[in-house]
């Protein structure tokens, strides 16, 4: 990574590169951060995808987004899989943390969400219908407005 990003020849990379190409290796594209024009004679591999503007700034000729993302996909994916089975604490906010124990433990659902499903389902009990039943018809109604708007 550091001789892709021309660490060596430009003493050091600026947070601001480094940072666009780990968004590009987890898997964010930015289309307007491509530019399109011949790659540069003696660059081989990896390298002729990566070009530096005139403000110093890391831009990426057209398809080098994918190419870099497919080229350290596999480190990536060792990475999270390291952390899955890790027996050392996750590192970050103890919110964080926290709350992924909290997903982790069991579905939840917020109280409106609960509030609507217990109303629909008097709704459906009241009219003595089940569920499969109440789909079927609502989309045989919207099939049939559908038809309707078409003719019209």
């Known amino acids: 990574m550091w001789e892709l990003l ?4 430009r003493e050091g990379v600026r947070k ?9 290796i987890r898997g964010a594209r930015a289309p307007n ?9 003696d ?9 530096f503007d005139q403000e110093g700034n890391l831009q990426f000729r ?13 480190f990536y994916i060792n990475k999270l899989q390291a952390e899955a089975t890790s027996s050392y604490p996750r590192i970050g ?5 926290s709350a ?14 609960i509030e609507y499903a217990e109303k629909r389902k008097r709704k459906l009990e009241s009219e003595g219908c089940d569920i499969v039943e109440s789909l079927y018809r609502k989309h045989k109604v919207m099939d049939e407005r559908n038809k309707a708007r078409a003719i019209e």
């Open 62 to 74: 057209k398809g080098g987004q994918v190419k870099l993302g497919a080229k350290f996909r596999s």
């Open 33 to 41: 951060r491509e530019i399109d024009c011949q790659p540069v004679e």
């Open 6 to 9: 021309h660490g060596s020849t």
């Open 16 to 24: 601001d590169d480094l940072a666009y190409a780990l968004m590009v």
């Open 43 to 51: 660059k081989q591999g990896m390298a002729r995808f990566i070009i």
């Open 100 to 113: 992924d124990k909290a997903l982790s433990k069991k579905f939840t659902c917020s109280a409106k969400t």
């Open 93 to 97: 906010k103890p919110a964080e943390i």
